[in-house]
């Protein structure tokens, strides 16, 4: 079974993730209402990483952050995917990275005991963000 450690960190790095993708495609999105999108997004995975990182310093633990290189490789790989691209690929780009985020979160949810109702709480609400995410990028394609 995951433990709640395990899973606010799960929910710290997906959402610092979804944050570095957003950050990588963002001078490349050149429609105002992508870009407003993006940063929309962007807050909310802000949020739910502090609320992570703050349940984790609650319990006496640091947040894990993802590795280096993967942030890197995550950077590098949007960069050269959205360089000259259309708004069309980039919500592509941020329709597959959510959709990870998704398949990655139920699947640990359903290891996940339940054993605290504001840790549940913040997985969950991540689950919504990606899926949200997803939606909102579709009439971008």
Not at 17 to 42: F, N
Not at 56 to 68: I, N
Not at 104 to 132: F, I, P, Q, W
């Amino acid at each position: 079974m995951i433990s709640d450690t395990q899973m606010l960190n799960h929910v710290y790095q997906t959402a610092e993730m979804g944050r570095t993708g957003i950050l990588s495609v963002l001078k490349y999105a050149e429609d105002p209402k992508l870009s407003q999108a993006l940063r929309g997004q962007l807050q909310e995975y802000k949020q739910i990483q502090d609320d992570s990182a703050r349940m984790l310093r609650e319990r006496g633990v640091r947040p894990q952050e993802v590795s280096p290189m993967a942030r890197m490789s995550a950077q590098v790989m949007s960069a050269v995917q959205a360089a000259g691209r259309s708004r069309a690929k980039i919500a592509e780009m941020m329709i597959r990275g959510s959709t990870m985020g998704v398949t990655k979160s139920l699947h640990t949810l359903h290891g996940y005991s339940m054993t605290d109702e504001r840790v549940c709480d913040v997985a969950n609400k991540l689950l919504e963000t990606e899926e949200h995410n997803i939606e909102q990028m579709k009439p971008f394609l």
